[in-house]
C-alpha cells in the first residue's frame, strides 16, 4: 500500500510523492524544483527517497533532478525517446518497473512532447495513473511535439484503463479546464456538479486532484469527442461538423488554445 502526497511547486505544479509507510521510502514524480522534496525530507529524517520518476522533459517537471539525486542517490527514471537529466532506466513503451515494490507499466502517450511517457499500477489499492501532462482534470496538454491524432490515440489508451483509476496529473489547471468545458457542454450535469466541488475546494486551497478517470469520461471533453453534445459545439465553433473522434479532438484543441 502506498500513500500518494502533493507537493506544490512554483505557481500551479504538483509533485507527487508516493509514499511506502511500512519500508519509510518514497518517490518523487516529475521534481520540477528539488526544495519541496528536500523539504519534505528534512520533516521525515528516517525515510529514503529511492526513486525520481520523470513522465516528459520539460523544465518544470525536470529542473530539480540533478540535485535531488546528489543529495540522496536516489534511481532517475524517465522516458527513453528524450534527454532526461541523471537518467539511469531509459522507459519504453509497455515496460514493466519495480517502484517501491509495485509493479508499474509504462504507457508512451506522445502530444504533448513527443516522448511523453504515463506509468500505471494495479498494486496500489486503488489503480494508479501517473499521467504528467497528458490527461489533465477536464482537459488535456497542449500539443507542443506532437499531432492532435497522436494526443487522441494517447489520451484513448488512457481512457481504456479501469474507471476507478485514479489520475494524478502535474498541473492545477481544473477550474480553468472546467470553464472551457463547459463552454463545450452547457447542459452536462456532471461537469456542473464537478465545477462545484472543485471551486469549493480550491476556495480552501485544496488541490482538485488526484481525479479518477471515471469522472474525467463523464466530464473531460477530450475524452468525450464521440458525444452528441460534444461533435455539436465543434460544429458551432468551427462553423463545420466534425467527422471523427479524430477531428472532433482536433477542433475541440484549437478551440481551447484560444479560449480566454
Ligand atoms: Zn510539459
Known sequence: MIQITALPAFSDNYIWL??????????????????????????????????????????D????????????????????????????VALEDDQRIDVLGLEWQVLH??????GHVALFTEGAGQPVL???????????????????A????????????????????????????LRFALAVEP???ALQQRQREAAALRERNLPTLPSTLSLELATNPFLRANEPAVRKSCAEH???????????????????????
Not at 521525515?44 to 513522465?55: A, F, G, N, R, S
Open 18 to 59: 508516493l509514499q511506502d509507510p511500512a519500508r519509510q521510502r518514497c518517490a518523487a514524480v516529475d521534481p520540477g524544483d528539488s526544495a519541496p522534496v528536500l523539504a519534505w525530507l528534512a520533516a521525515h529524517p528516517d525515510w529514503l527517497l529511492t526513486d525520481i520518476l520523470v513522465t516528459h522533459h520539460h523544465q
Open 61 to 88: 517537471h525536470t529542473g530539480g533532478v540533478l540535485e535531488l539525486k546528489a543529495r540522496t542517490g536516489a534511481r532517475v527514471l524517465g522516458p527513453a525517446l528524450e534527454a532526461i537529466p541523471g537518467r539511469d
Open 109 to 114: 502517450v506522445p502530444g504533448h512532447t513527443a
Open 130 to 148: 501517473l499521467c504528467g501532462d497528458t490527461l489533465f482534470a477536464a482537459g488535456c496538454g497542449r500539443l507542443f511535439e506532437g499531432t492532435a
Open 150 to 177: 497522436q494526443m487522441h490515440a494517447s489520451l484513448q489508451r488512457l481512457a481504456s484503463l479501469p474507471g476507478p483509476t485514479r489520475v494524478y496529473c502535474t498541473h492545477e489547471y481544473t477550474l480553468a479546464n
Open 187 to 189: 447542459d452536462n450535469q
Open 238 to 260: 468551427a462553423g463545420s461538423a466534425p467527422t471523427t473522434a479524430e477531428t472532433a479532438f482536433a477542433a475541440l484543441r484549437a478551440w481551447k488554445d484560444n479560449f480566454r
